[in-house]
């Protein structure tokens, strides 16, 4: 089914069809959105503290051991920095590589399995930044073409913390399963499924069928990674509320007790699952003609900022909250943008995504340079990589 799909691919974009456009717009959308974004990049790497900590923390018996878990984790990066780079893709240059855990030879025969089987069942072989840019579809013809090449390179920042992600939590996961006692097939087969439940499938193809072709494909764009963790909290709830006993609830409550506590750590109590949904109602419910509600500056002013972005925003100086946690990962509050264009185009911004902003942002450019505003017009037309 992966090959009919990319066979598929290959087609349309050889002969655009009436949906090759998805493919051209989602490369267009990588290119101005993220492409080269070294901070969108190291803000991915924020999922191990706040989700797979949290999921490998809680031990077979349903209780807590963070020190076991933190300890497997930090072995994993010390094997992960200890490997040598995947000599399979050709990013431009020799020199520019992926590093990885597989490639070194004083590797245990255990781990070369666990990295033979990761690889051969696509756990590791591409990534959120291969995805979003689509590289993976290209015609084999075309690929060394210097416009795929140079695709192919502004995603490799991307490309490496993917990797690092994937490869860390696969290690942690399966030396953890080894200490409960499992088999070493049992413990790959734990260890795979975990990485691919919490970073999505690394073959876009291999995941959902309906978010690959049209209007899904550009609406959610850089959304399945999101996708995945909204599905991967609904999932630990039903368990949590409904699993089939009394231990396998009790491990879906603490790990979906640990994803949230984690949550609150880097992105505050906005940043919490169903706060999105929470502040509309407030808002709705508790204002009035004269005294509108504002649940952001209630939540401020009862726990200062140290409750409503986190704690890591509060030491470190740094917007963390903005790009990390649950809320407007789907839908993302503007109320100056709401009440300037109306819910029906701010729904319409919404369901085209990136697509609409960055066609925004380009027709500002321009009105921002009709009027003497050279520079600042300029900056709100170029790719993300060079306005930052």
């Known amino acids: 089914d992966v090959m009919a799909e990319l066979k598929k691919r290959e087609d349309f974009i050889r002969n655009p069809s009436a949906e090759g456009w ?14 080269g974004n070294i901070s969108s990049a190291l803000i991915n790497t924020t999922v191990l503290p706040m989700v797979v900590l949290p999921k490998l923390a809680v031990t077979a018996s349903g209780g807590y051991n963070y020190g076991r878990a933190y300890n497997a984790l930090m072995e994993a ?19 520019l590589k992926i590093r990885t855990f597989g490639v070194n030879p004083n590797l245990s025969a255990d781990l070369k399995d ?3 089987q990761a690889n051969e069942n696509g756990v590791l072989a591409y990534s959120v930044g291969r995805d979003l840019n ?4 290209t015609p084999s013809d075309q690929y060394t073409a210097l416009k ?14 993917e990797r690092f992600n994937r490869e860390v939590t696969l290690i942690a996961a399966y030396k953890l399963g080894i200490k409960d006692g ?36 550009v609406a959610l764009t850089f959304k399945r990674f999101v996708l995945a963790q909204i599905l991967n909290m609904g999932m630990l709830a039903r368990t949590a509320l409904r699993g089939e006993d009394a231990l396998t609830k009790r491990i879906a409550q603490k790990q979906l007790l ?22 509309v109602l407030a808002n709705f419910f508790g204002s009035t003609d004269d005294d509108p509600f504002d649940l952001d500056e209630y939540i401020r002013s009862s726990y200062g900022d140290l409750g409503l972005t986190g704690p890591v925003n509060a030491i470190t100086g740094l917007d963390i909250a903005s790009r990390t946690g649950f809320n ?3 839908w993302r509050e503007d109320k100056k943008r709401l009440a300037d264009v109306g819910y029906a185009a701010y729904a319409m911004e919404h369901l085209l995504g990136p697509t609409y902003s960055n066609a925004r942002g380009f027709f500002d450019g321009l009105d921002q340079m009709a009027t003497g505003q050279w520079e600042r017009g300029l900056e709100k037309m170029t790719p993300s990589l060079l306005r930052n």
């Open 114 to 116: 666990l990295y033979k």
């Open 148 to 161: 795929q090449k140079a695709s192919t390179l502004i995603g490799l920042i991307f490309e490496g913390t």
């Open 258 to 279: 640990g994803i949230v506590g984690a949550t609150w750590v880097f992105a505050g109590i906005k940043g919490l699952p169903g706060y999105g949904a929470a502040n």
């Open 328 to 330: 407007g990962a789907i």
């Open 22 to 35: 998805a493919y051209w717009l989602s490369n267009a959308n990588f290119f101005m959105s993220i492409g």
């Open 182 to 217: 499992l088999t070493h097939q049992a413990a790959v087969d734990k260890a795979l499924t975990l990485t691919s439940r919490i970073h999505t499938e690394a073959v876009a193809e291999a995941g959902p069928r309906w978010l690959q072709h049209g209007l899904p494909k």
């Open 134 to 137: 689509d590289v993976a579809n």
């Open 77 to 95: 990066k010390t094997l992960f920095f200890k490997g040598g780079y995947d000599d399979s893709k050709n990013y431009l240059s020799k020199n």
